[in-house]
């Protein structure tokens, strides 16, 4: 058995693509979805998840803002740009890029951000909405992930469900929105005990974890879709500095039904799925308007 891939860059496109039919739909009543991004400090990678952001902002149809802040910036200043950006009503969704510094208060900046305009989904009041299974915002990554198991016609309900991974971005939203789905859902950590007991029923398993190739074709069930959302590099060997995922993907591929690869697997869908996110709140502005 050799598993089918689901290519996350040709469902982005596709899904980009409706995006921006909207977009073009709301501009000819005078909308135009705008996403505000906030980074702090000059981290590379973080850089690069914002300009990426950005690009795919303006490549939809859809405006962007960007505001860039030196590492050491007082957190007030921060504070006071994301109040003005939630009374500004031509912006309808804002995202602060993470990590922030050790200095910031991770969690008071997400809290400072109107519920309406937080297109992360992490937000306290969207994180209780999902939990009540009705979501203002779906978190992205999550998101991205239940589009590409809806492409797959992968069979939910009733299936057995393994998450690798409980953070409040990726492992909790994913297991709340599976079950919402039907599925039967076990989440594993760092402490879980015998992990490969766990992966190997799974009918669906999704790694989050972080970790170069940690879950290997031996501890997958045959015929299963794996979810691989890890995004590393390899630390040595000849393929030092390649990206890859939590799963050993020449391994895992020739065991399971489905799979997603990295890169090109669930990464573009993340930020497809925040223009999503960024859109549906500005339909909302616009419907507010007709009232």
């Given at each position: ?81 994301i109040a003005e950006l939630n009374a500004d009503p031509s912006v309808h969704g804002i995202l602060v890029q993470l990590p922030l510094p050790k200095h910031f208060d991770s969690e008071a900046v997400l809290e400072s951000i109107s519920p309406e305009k937080d297109v992360d989904g992490f937000h306290a009041e969207n994180v209780g909405a999902l939990m009540q299974g009705n979501p203002r915002f ?154």
């Open positions: 058995m050799t598993a089918r891939i689901i290519d996350g860059n040709a469902l982005s496109a596709e899904i980009r693509s409706q995006l921006a039919e909207r977009a073009a739909a709301l501009k000819t009543q005078g909308i135009t979805p705008c996403l505000a991004v906030i980074l702090v400090g000059e981290d590379p990678a973080s850089a690069v998840y914002v300009r990426n952001k950005v690009a795919a902002c303006e490549k939809a149809g859809m405006r962007s803002l960007r505001d860039v802040y030196a590492i050491d910036v007082d957190p007030a200043l921060v504070f006071a740009r779906i978190p992205c990554t999550p998101y991205g992930v239940m589009k590409m198991l809806e492409s797959a016609k992968v069979p939910l309900k009733g299936a057995e469900v393994v998450i690798v991974g409980r953070s409040n971005i990726v492992g909790k939203p994913m297991a709340m929105l599976l079950l919402a789905k039907s599925c039967t859902v076990t989440i594993c950590h760092s402490q879980s005990k015998d992990l490969a007991f766990h992966t190997r029923r799974a009918d669906i398993l999704v790694a989050a974890v972080g970790r170069a190739k940690m879950i290997s074709g031996d501890m997958i069930k045959p015929g299963a879709t794996v979810i691989d959302v890890g995004i590393n590099r390899m630390a040595d060997g000849p393929n030092a500095g390649k990206l890859c995922g939590d799963v050993d993907f020449e391994s895992a591929r020739e065991v399971a039904g489905f799979i997603t690869p990295v890169p090109g697997g669930v990464g573009p869908m993340t930020i497809t799925m925040l223009l999503a996110n960024t859109l549906e709140a500005a339909e909302r502005t616009q419907a507010r308007g007709k009232k």
